[in-house]
């Protein structure tokens, strides 16, 4: 069954091809809010607002204030 199906559909296999080279999903407490905090300052960087240097310092700083009360 499956076998018929990609062969009409090869493309249903581009997930399982790819399981070779996928990572484990970053995770944290809070996680949503600091993955938010990553991709605010990460973009701020792409759009030359800040060095890379000072856009992940930035960021940094804000996720440790997010996890602070994880940090005992």
Do not use: C, W
């Amino acid at each position: 069954l499956m076998r018929d199906y990609a062969a009409k559909l090869p493309q249903v296999l581009v997930a399982r091809d790819q399981l070779p080279y996928a990572l484990p999903e970053m995770s944290t407490h809070d996680n949503q809010k600091v993955r938010e905090i990553f991709r605010t300052h990460f973009q701020e960087v792409l759009d030359e607002k800040y060095t890379p240097e000072e856009g992940m310092k930035k960021a940094q700083a804000e996720m440790e204030k997010v996890l602070a009360p994880y940090q005992k």
